[in-house]
């Protein structure tokens, strides 16, 4: 870590956008309508090669509305998923004379509710050891949603999967999610919707791991921040209003309720054998295995709907356990 305390004065927002053109516009336009302490803000809005030509419509609505010097549109012709494509902004940022000092990650479905670009950076200029700062998010309507969290451990796989209230109460110190009314402070990681991260941060640890296309990418990411030496901190005071699933298709609400994507399965096993290595990740996906097992017992038992998702036993059993027990790379089926 080699941050110093000193002024913000010029923060680039990078928002990636996949088949979300209209929210995306959206997004911009309650950045535009900022005034962010006089900062100096650009906005930075990638088209993940969306396949109804979001990258055109983009381009076109950017000019337009006459946002052409302050807005840069990335026109990608694959879909890099989240962190690589933020990648390509950073590196772009990099080689420019006037490179940021800090960037400020925003969720295509996700608009500011208040002067939150400001508001986080007060908090990265008064703390210098802060290299993540992350938004309070609510619903639309202003309910507010989990958005800090503590770092995934053994204890944690099994007692959120299980989701059986004696044993998270048992185990009430290793949840994942923070409640929603937590105040600013240092926590482990939170929501990549609406976080700021400081330009410095960013250079000492390189940016995203490419290997994650979605889900797990800044949990590691702000491991690694925090391994640098910097703190992530929710900051309650600055908000950010989010339609939680318009770009990703999966609510937390919702995420047991229906099957995920492979490429979740893939990026829970990159994440714990990177954080932990592959002995600890081999517990932490047996406890797993088992609290979804026994979830679905209980739930039967009660007579209420598993919060399991369905077929999970085919994609964990595909893409991480077998790699994690050394039978073929992710991905490899019987």
């Known amino acids: 870590m080699t941050g110093v305390a000193g ?27 900022r005034r962010h302490g006089g900062r100096t803000v650009t906005v930075h809005l990638v088209d993940n090669a969306s396949p109804s030509g979001d990258g055109e419509a983009l381009a076109r609505e950017i000019a337009a509305r006459g946002w052409h010097e302050t807005v840069t549109v990335y026109r990608e012709t694959v879909n890099h998923g989240f962190g690589r494509a933020n990648n390509l902004v950073f590196k772009a940022l990099a080689k420019r004379d006037d490179a940021p000092d800090a ?6 479905d996700a608009c500011l509710d208040s002067e939150a670009v400001d508001e ?22 202003g309910i507010p949603v989990t958005a800090a969290f503590r770092f995934p451990t053994l204890a944690s796989e099994f007692s959120d999967t299980l989701a059986f209230g004696p044993v998270a109460r048992l185990l009430a110190r290793s949840r994942v999610s923070l409640p929603p009314e937590t105040p600013t402070g240092p926590v482990g990681w939170v929501a990549g919707a609406a976080v ?30 925090t391994a640098a030496g910097w703190q992530v901190w929710h900051v309650s005071e600055a908000q950010v209003l989010h339609a939680e699933g318009a770009a990703t298709g999966v609510r937390s609400s919702e995420a047991r309720a229906k099957a995920l994507p492979d490429y979740w399965y893939d990026s829970w096993y990159l994440y714990f054998t990177k954080a ?28 209420r709907a598993s919060s399991a998702p369905p077929r999970w036993h085919d994609g964990f059993s595909r893409r991480v356990i077998r790699p994690l027990l050394g039978l073929g790379p992710i991905g490899d089926g019987p």
């Open 7 to 33: 002024p913000l004065r010029r923060i680039a927002v990078v928002i990636v956008n996949y088949g979300t053109a209209d929210l995306a516009v959206a997004a911009v336009e309650s950045v535009m309508a």
């Open 196 to 225: 700021m991260i400081r330009w410095q941060a960013l250079r000492d640890v390189g940016g995203f791991d490419p290997a994650f296309f979605l889900y797990f990418e800044e949990v590691d990411l702000m491991r690694r921040i």
């Open 276 to 303: 932990h290595g592959p002995v600890y990740a081999r517990f932490c996906a047996l406890a797993r295995v088992t609290g979804w097992t026994l979830n679905r017992a209980v739930s039967g038992l009660r007579r």
């Open 103 to 108: 960037v400020f990650l925003l969720n295509p």
């Open 120 to 141: 986080l950076a007060q908090v990265l200029e008064v703390h210098p050891r802060v290299g993540c700062a992350g938004a309070r998010i609510a619903k639309p309507g």
